[in-house]
């Protein structure tokens, strides 16, 4: 059954580092998401991309946040300056419509700032 | 706004049922059901599309109210692997962003 992969499971970094954070979504998939969840919090919404652009982002997204599909494959999230408060699980999801479709979530990156 | 749901914890032995609630403040139009084992992604279980509509899956099935603005999750005979945190979720904006409500956690004991 195809899914959502993600890497690297775990990411340790400084504050003030910049980190990438891969996905790959599932191959006939055309919508792509980011979330993150705080540790024993709710799954947040972060960002969604459609065509090779934005299509809605949070306010969590700022401008430290963001993404890129570099190639017909992978889906990146970017944080420039990570912060401690960037500590969290970062998950990417697919669908393969925007019209109220099932959303595909990868295992998640724990995400570590020290 | 995110959608409230209650209880916040529900703790059953194998066999119990359990309804999960989730409402909203603001319209829903349709309300997608998660559940997420600990350290694990956030695995879907249905869709609600229309006021009325009722889905199962498994011995979990859900409704959907779409004048009350709630939906509930049923779960029936719950078994040790209904284990988790139970989300609902609501489309927000034009390309699903789903805004996620504020978790049930369920344990069921042997």
């Known amino acids: 059954e195809p899914e959502v992969t993600q890497t690297p499971s775990h990411q340790v970094t400084q504050m003030g580092q910049e980190v990438i954070l891969r996905c790959v979504p599932i191959?006939?998939?055309?919508?792509f998401y980011w979330y993150r969840q705080i540790l024993g919090q709710k799954v947040e919404f972060l960002v969604s991309f459609y065509n090779n652009e934005i299509s809605e982002k949070s306010e969590i997204f700022d401008d430290q946040f963001s993404v890129e599909r570099p190639d017909g494959s992978n889906f990146t999230l970017k944080i420039r300056s990570t912060k401690l408060e960037d500590s969290a699980m970062y998950f990417c999801?697919?669908?393969?419509?925007?019209?109220?479709?099932?959303?595909?979530f990868g295992p998640g990156t724990r995400l570590t700032v020290l | 706004q995110q959608p409230v749901q209650s209880p916040q914890a529900v703790i059953l032995r194998e066999g119990e049922d359990a309804v999960i609630n989730c409402s909203s403040s603001?319209?829903?139009?349709?309300v997608h059901w998660y559940r997420q084992k600990h350290g694990e992604a956030p695995v879907f279980l249905m869709i609600l599309l229309k006021g009325g509509e009722q889905k199962g899956h498994e011995k979990i099935s859900a409704s959907f109210n779409e004048k009350k603005q709630q939906s509930s999750l049923y779960l029936t005979a719950s078994q040790l692997s209904y284990s988790g945190t139970y989300f609902c979720?609501?489309?927000?904006?034009?390309?699903?962003?789903?805004?996620f409500g504020t978790g049930t956690r369920l344990l069921v004991s042997p």
């Open positions: 979720g609501t489309p927000r904006g034009g390309f699903q962003k789903l805004v």
């Open positions: 999801a697919s669908s393969s419509s925007g019209n109220n479709n099932e959303q595909f």
């Open positions: 191959s006939n998939h055309l919508y």
């Open positions: 603001k319209a829903l139009y349709s």
